[in-house]
């Protein structure tokens, strides 16, 4: 009966964590002008489940979530007629790719620390979902979307163009979400330091808050203007068109609050274990 009632919570859990990752998938923060979008670290709630619960269901959590990516970008199959470019598009931009988010919590046992077990799981899948989409690319897309010449490094390129800045979204959005909530627990709570005093608590995450803040920001900032508008191939000529005034503003700010705030927290912190 106990085994039943804990698999009916992940079960429950899983289904949460997959409705947040769908909505987040929806939440586009960068919309590429040739094709490709960065989303809110959509694959998240898919390596939380994984890192909490294992493999087992970190995999079939991330099928489902590639089955309702895949049934939300029907109209991708309008492109093509035969069967087998269907398969591989569904297998390989899809299926195989998002499943993959399920892997993100395979250093759990290996790496003590939360926050790099899940920034090493989420850059692995990120890695794997690459080479999915770069595949596909050469492949099935070759001669259509992309020029039959020389089409593996086009692929390579392209998809770098979105993928780059959505590896960073996520990976930055998770050392701050892994270093603030302890995932480990039954029930997920504040991650507290034994030694940090109850009134300082809140210095070290809103340091965190900040720099994640400008990163995200610069992220978007920077990354939109990379991808040619005519090619869809990763130019770093779009960097003459971003507004470093204003990436700069953001920048110095969040630097001079995270690292007051960091200062601040070392002083007091030692003060208060005198």
Not at 182 to 210: I, N
Request: charged letters at 10%; glycine letters at 6%; aromatic letters at 10%.
């Amino acid at each position: 009966m106990r085994k039943q009632s804990r698999s009916i919570g992940i079960l429950t859990e899983s289904a949460i964590m997959i409705a947040l990752a769908t909505v987040l998938s929806l939440v586009k923060i960068i919309q590429m002008p040739y094709g490709g979008s960065v989303t809110a670290a959509s694959m998240l709630p898919i390596a939380i489940i994984s890192y909490r619960h294992g493999l087992k269901w970190g995999l079939v959590t991330a099928s489902i979530h590639g089955v309702i990516q895949q049934l939300l970008d029907l109209s991708m199959l309008n492109y093509f007629s035969d069967w087998v470019s269907f398969v591989a598009i569904i297998l390989l931009d899809y299926i195989v790719a998002f499943s993959a988010a399920g892997l993100a919590g395979a250093f759990r046992k290996p790496i003590k620390g939360q926050a790099s077990a899940l920034c090493l799981g989420c850059f692995t899948v990120c890695l794997i979902r690459y080479a999915c989409h770069v595949v596909s690319g050469f492949t099935v897309w070759a001669g259509f979307a992309i020029p039959t010449k020389a089409s593996l490094i086009y692929s390579f390129s392209y998809n770098a163009t979105y993928m780059i800045p959505e590896t960073i979204v996520l990976l930055i959005i998770t050392a701050y979400v892994g270093s603030t909530i302890d995932f480990r627990l039954k029930t997920p709570t504040r991650l507290k330091r034994g030694d940090t005093p109850e009134k300082l608590g809140w210095m070290l995450p809103t340091a965190g808050l900040a720099a994640v803040a400008a990163t995200l920001v610069d992220t978007v900032l920077i990354f939109s203007k990379l991808q040619d508008a005519e090619t869809g191939e990763l130019s770093f000529a779009g960097l003459a068109s971003v507004n470093w005034t204003l990436v700069v503003s953001v920048t110095v700010p969040a630097l001079l609050i995270t690292v007051s705030l960091l200062a601040v927290y070392r002083v007091l912190g030692r003060r208060a274990a005198l």
